[in-house]
């Protein structure tokens, strides 16, 4: 049997698992709805039993206190809980309940076992968000060996990312669910890398269903003026269903009659697609202008030109995506399974991960594909910068009153530096005469692009410099970041006069192996099914 390595696509609103076959060919394993996405939505229907998936989805409106969704979006968030049935679920563990259900049901229709596995994380995603998702994949009892970008899976899948002698660069459109982001890498020979991403985290196809939906209850009070369904949950979501169907069905055909019946009401609203586009073209415009933010950015690293654009997410298959993206940029985009690219990508990636070890026994099984992908490399980069807190120098209240003086990040590792990174140091002063100590508090950008606003970054972890000697305002201190490749920063804090130095260490991510282990054995005591 082939070595069965398995690539997960852990979606915000749908996920996917695939592997591959012994033709080296990425096969989705099918839900056990029989369908290639699941949603990635948990129903907690008793204590201890979990309904993961479709059934989960159509239970959202009726009972939402006990439907957890859009998970993702907590990821690596510290403190942050969910209560069903009075027990407590983290982000991991919902998570690692959605993963369970995956490699379940992946394993009831492939007959393979699945525990080796690549799970995939946007290309935005910071160091604690990456973590947290290895986590949910030990917490649901899987290795994993890897995480990997979904954009770089997406590329993958399009052979995008075959070597050849010249530097080509890719841009993906990624437009899913419940988030977009558009990601530009760079592949030169045998190394891929990430040039910068953007996007927008709440912008997605539920806004375009909810644009329908809206469109869907005008017609209905018009029809019906003296009934409101919005007011009747079932009736709710019978709509978003609707919605949903018809947004799917307009992007292979030009209309469809969408019927709608609320108690012993009913009306049937004739919609045709360029009513939709026209319905939602600004949510699209937002889309482009984060487009054109991207290539933008890129243009400033050098990027002359794309190679390659790629879309993903299934909301690109909406016609209008590559419409507006070659109307606007021009540039032409290739469609090929946009849903399914992640995983497939993911389940190539994880057997460039074992071909590493298991290369004899691909070849036996006639795996050409194994060596050429055994020596492709992804440098793992900086997802985002990190800097640490200091007073602004152009404030001239910096010198004259420092505690009223302005705020801000100084970013020392800027996003997409390649790991291992070693900033070497970087020239502070004290603010304050006679300041003793100084405290080096460490921030990591929030959002998709670096601002020095603190109110754009979160603050990861905190050391003290002590023992300066007492002196006026103006101290030296040189501080230095290193990050090793699995994310681990050492800060390096030396003040020039006296000598002294702290040197301390941020595990930026959550839930220590205790923890893991703990939730690992709860989330085992689980009955999970699709
Ligand atoms: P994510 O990765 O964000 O969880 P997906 O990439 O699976 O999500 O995309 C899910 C979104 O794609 C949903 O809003 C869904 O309605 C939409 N979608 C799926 N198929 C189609 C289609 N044929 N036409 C338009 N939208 C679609
Ligand atoms: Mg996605």
């Known amino acids: 049997m082939a070595?069965?390595?398995?690539?997960?696509?852990?979606?915000?609103?749908?996920?996917?698992?695939?592997?591959?076959?012994?033709?080296?060919?990425?096969?989705?394993?099918k839900s056990a709805v029989g369908e290639d996405t699941t949603p990635s939505v948990v129903y907690f229907e008793q204590p201890g039993v979990a309904l993961v998936g479709t059934a989960a989805k159509n239970s959202a409106l009726l009972a939402p206190h006990l439907v957890a969704q859009l998970v993702k979006r907590d990821m690596g968030r510290k403190n942050?809980?969910?209560?069903?049935?009075?027990?407590?679920?983290t982000p991991e563990k919902i998570s690692?309940?959605?993963?369970?259900e995956l490699a379940r049901a992946a394993e009831e229709n492939t007959g393979h076992t699945v525990r080796d596995v690549v799970i995939t994380v946007p290309a935005y995603f910071g160091i604690a968000e990456r973590d947290a998702t290895r986590k949910a994949g030990e917490i649901a009892g899987l290795n994993v060996l890897d995480v990997l970008d979904e954009p770089v899976a997406a590329a993958?899948?399009?052979h995008a990312l075959d070597s050849s002698p010249q530097t080509r660069h890719v841009l993906v459109y990624d437009l899913g669910g419940g988030t977009f982001d558009t990601t530009v890498i760079r592949v030169s020979g045998d190394d891929i890398q990430v040039v910068c991403t953007d996007g927008d985290g709440e912008l997605g196809g539920a806004n375009w269903d909810e644009r329908i939906v809206d469109h869907l209850l005008a017609a209905f009070?018009?029809?019906?003026?003296n009934l409101d369904p919005s007011a009747d949950e079932q009736a709710m979501q019978a709509f978003a269903e609707r919605a949903e169907e018809v947004k799917k069905a307009l992007s292979a055909t030009m209309s469809r009659n969408v019927a709608l019946r609320v108690?012993?009401?009913?009306?049937?609203?004739?919609?045709?697609?360029?009513?939709?586009?026209?319905?939602?073209?600004?949510?699209l415009d937002r889309t482009l202008a984060i487009t054109g933010r991207a290539i933008e950015t890129a243009r400033r690293k050098g990027v002359e030109h794309f190679d390659e654009v790629l879309l993903a997410g299934g909301m690109t298959r909406m016609p209008a995506v590559a419409a507006r993206l070659k109307q606007r940029f021009g540039l032409d985009a290739r469609l090929s399974e946009p849903d399914l690219a992640v995983a497939k990508g993911a389940a190539l990636f994880a057997l460039i991960r074992q071909a590493k070890n298991v290369r004899g026994d691909a070849r036996q099984l006639g795996i050409t594909a194994v060596d050429a992908m055994a020596k492709k490399r992804v440098a793992t980069v900086v997802p985002r910068a990190f800097g640490v807190k200091a007073l602004d120098p152009?404030?001239?209240?910096?010198?004259?009153?420092?505690?009223?003086?302005?705020?801000?990040?100084?970013?020392?590792?800027?996003?997409?530096?390649?790991?291992?990174?070693?900033?070497?140091?970087y020239p502070f002063q004290t603010a304050i005469d006679n300041q003793r100590m100084a405290e080096i508090e460490v921030w990591e950008q929030a959002g998709p692009t670096a601002s020095e606003e603190l109110a754009d970054n979160t603050k990861v972890g905190h050391g003290m410099l002590t023992g300066i000697p007492a002196r006026p305002a103006g101290c030296r201190i040189e501080i230095t970041f290193y990050m090793s490749e699995t994310g681990a920063l050492t800060v390096h804090a030396?003040?020039?006069?006296?000598?002294?130095?702290?040197?301390?260490?941020?595990?930026?991510?959550?839930?220590?192996?205790?923890?893991?282990a703990k939730a690992r054995t709860d989330i085992a005591g689980h009955q999970v099914s699709g």
């Not at 390595?5 to 080296?24: K, N, R």
């Not at 942050?80 to 679920?89: D, K, N, Q, V």
């Not at 910096?398 to 790991?419: G, I, K, S, Y």
């Not at 006069?497 to 301390?504: I, K, L, Q, S």
């Open 494 to 516: 030396k003040e020039l006069e006296g000598g002294n130095d702290v040197r301390f260490d941020l595990a930026i991510g959550g839930m220590d192996h205790k923890a893991v």
């Open 96 to 100: 690692a309940l959605i993963l369970r």
């Open 156 to 158: 993958l899948h399009h």
């Open 221 to 225: 009070r018009e029809a019906h003026p």
């Open 394 to 425: 152009r404030d001239p209240l910096a010198l004259t009153d420092p505690l009223r003086a302005r705020q801000m990040v100084a970013h020392l590792l800027q996003a997409n530096t390649e790991l291992p990174a070693d900033t070497g140091p």
């Open 3 to 29: 070595p069965a390595t398995f690539g997960i696509d852990l979606g915000t609103t749908h996920s996917c698992i695939a592997y591959v076959d012994e033709a080296a060919r990425p096969v989705i394993a």
């Open 80 to 89: 942050t809980e969910f209560t069903y049935h009075g027990r407590r679920y």
């Open 263 to 283: 108690g012993g009401a009913a009306v049937t609203v004739p919609f045709t697609r360029q009513q939709f586009e026209d319905l939602t073209a600004d949510l």
